[in-house]
């Protein structure tokens, strides 16, 4: 089974400011049959779902703003945040379902400095 | 309007059972992958299962935690999902979650719609 570890488990990142999160896969999440990463990038707020911010690794959502991105393939995956603003305040989970069980990361909190 | 709602949960003691629905609308339901994520009070996510579209067997997976409790089917005459859950544990307390994720996984939009989930408590 793929195994998905996050790093760091929580950071303060002041207004304004970048936020990175890593991710990494205990094994290749691409597809040969279309050379994609089957990785998906999540937002939780308190008491709300998770919601899809990133997919493919690297293709935002629909109507995520383009402070959100992310990049990688293979095994490593970061999801940063330009330009942190106050509604980022969350945990950020990534996801490989290049295989089942398809598996979260531990997530990461981001909080504000 | 484009939505799945869960409904089904509660308290329910250790050995019990429990069956939660994922109900869908505005979108054909029958095209979609439905998945099953729970999370444990102040806890991570944690993938429990799916059940493919028909156009893919309907065939079902499972996360090793739950494997020979946990059964999801489906019904595409009334755009419904199922999870039931027998054997419960103290462990499987959690709210449940399902999403959906195109019926061909290459397709874009993966998990891009999810409920707002039914809690399930296990507990004597």
């Known amino acids: 089974d793929i195994v998905m570890t996050q790093s760091p488990d929580s950071l303060a990142v002041s207004l304004g400011e970048r936020a990175t999160i890593n991710c990494k896969s205990s094994q290749s999440v691409i597809s040969s049959a279309n050379n994609r990463n089957y990785l998906v990038w999540y937002q939780q707020k308190p008491g709300q779902p998770p919601k899809a911010l990133i997919y493919?690794?690297?293709t935002r959502a629909s109507g995520v703003p383009d402070r959100f991105s992310g990049s990688g393939s293979g095994t490593d995956f970061t999801l940063t945040i330009n330009s942190l603003q106050a509604e980022d305040v969350a945990v950020y989970y990534c996801?490989?379902?290049?295989?089942?069980?398809?598996?979260f990361g531990p997530g990461t909190k981001v909080d504000i400095k | 309007e484009v939505q799945v709602v869960e409904s089904g949960g509660g308290l329910e003691q250790p050995g019990r059972s429990l069956r939660l629905s994922c109900s869908a609308s505005g979108f054909n339901f029958g095209d979609y992958v439905i998945n099953w994520v729970r999370q444990a009070p102040g806890k991570g996510l944690e993938w429990v299962g799916f059940?493919?579209?028909?156009?893919?067997?309907?065939?079902?997976d499972y996360a090793p935690s739950v494997r020979g409790r946990f059964t999801i089917s489906r019904d595409d005459t009334t755009n419904i999902a199922y999870l039931q859950m027998n054997s419960l544990k103290v462990e499987d307390t959690a709210v449940y979650y399902c999403?959906?994720?195109?019926?061909?996984?290459?397709?874009?939009?993966?998990?891009?719609?999810w409920g707002q989930g039914t809690l399930v408590t296990v507990s004597s």
């Open positions: 493919w690794a690297s």
């Open positions: 999403c959906r994720l195109p019926g061909n996984w290459g397709s874009d939009h993966p998990f891009d719609l």
């Open positions: 996801q490989q379902y290049r295989n089942t069980p398809f598996a």
């Open positions: 059940i493919r579209s028909r156009a893919y067997g309907a065939t079902t």
